[in-house]
């Protein structure tokens, strides 16, 4: 069966985008993977899949694969890259939109200057539910991996999350400590490793190796655990810019239990195509 896509980017981390309001696909682990191939498939960080809501009270049902055919909780770049796919395809003419999440709801709102703002939902700390093995609830755990002891936040939001504080980033151990804490004893669902420098208490520099995707230019949900990381370790403020490979993202959270976090950025369409699938 021939499926219409789009190729889009939240500031580089690239999705395909499938409209299943108005489509079928049957998927598989292995279809993805060969679909997110770069060199013989269409290439991308994620897939997206666009759904109609189960809950009523939801606009859209949003469900997520990484590039290694594994399905996902969150993604904040897919999320704001969403917002602008069912605009853009007339799906919905609403400037805030409620989607439902594996692991809840999450609110797009397109500003008038075009950025997109999301409520990503309040962050989870507790061990259990991030899921990561631990004694009690703490903002810094010592981790072993590759004979040698870090340093990690362990942060949820939505999907697990570790994040380390780097002095320069450029330099961080990305593409070695990142592949071992992501497979970590430790993170029984596995994580996204996140090395945050800080330049100020406004200002953060990151790189983040994507659980299912490898390093990528931009992690939403990353750019947000760093956040709530810093503030927990007393090094942020409440409203920060984080510096990604791909771009900057806004992102503000009060630092209550309750309170979500809230990120800004951009989505951008790239090109449209068809699939046999
Ligand atoms: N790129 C994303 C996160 C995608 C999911 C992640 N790799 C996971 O496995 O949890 C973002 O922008 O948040």
């Not at 796919?85 to 692991?103: G, H, M, P, Q, S």
């Amino acid at each position: 069966m021939l499926v219409r896509f789009t190729k889009m980017h939240g500031l580089g981390n690239d999705f395909m985008v499938v409209d299943l309001v108005t489509q079928r696909i049957r998927l598989s682990e292995d279809k993805v993977r060969r679909l997110a191939d770069r060199h013989m498939g269409v290439g991308f960080d994620q897939l997206l899949l666009v759904e109609p809501p189960t809950n009523p009270e939801m606009d859209f049902r949003y469900r997520i694969y990484n590039a290694d055919g594994s399905e996902v909780e969150h993604c904040g770049n897919g999320a704001r890259c969403f917002a602008r796919f069912v605009r853009d395809k007339r799906l919905t003419n609403k400037d805030v939109i409620a989607v439902e999440t594996a692991k809840g709801k999450a609110l797009l709102t397109i500003r008038a200057d075009n950025q997109i703002e999301v409520d990503m939902g309040a962050p989870a700390l507790s061990p259990a539910a991030i899921p990561f093995i631990a004694d009690g609830q703490a903002a810094v755990y010592s981790l072993d991996v590759n004979n040698q002891r870090v340093q990690i936040s362990a942060v949820s939001m939505g999907n697990p999350h570790a994040v380390l504080v780097v002095d320069d980033v450029d330099h961080a151990p990305v593409e070695t400590l990142g592949p071992a804490l992501e497979s970590h004893p430790r993170f029984p669902a596995k994580a996204n490793i996140g090395f945050m420098q800080i330049i100020s208490p406004t200002q953060v520099k990151l790189r983040v190796y994507e659980r299912g995707a490898g390093e990528t230019m931009a992690c939403g949900t990353g750019a947000c655990a760093a956040v709530v990381a810093g503030r927990l370790r007393g090094l942020l403020g409440d409203s920060v810019d984080v510096h990604l490979p791909g771009g900057v993202l806004h992102i503000s959270w009060k630092g209550g239990k309750e309170d979500s976090v809230m990120m800004t950025g951009p989505a951008a369409s790239v090109f449209e195509g068809q699939v046999f699938l």
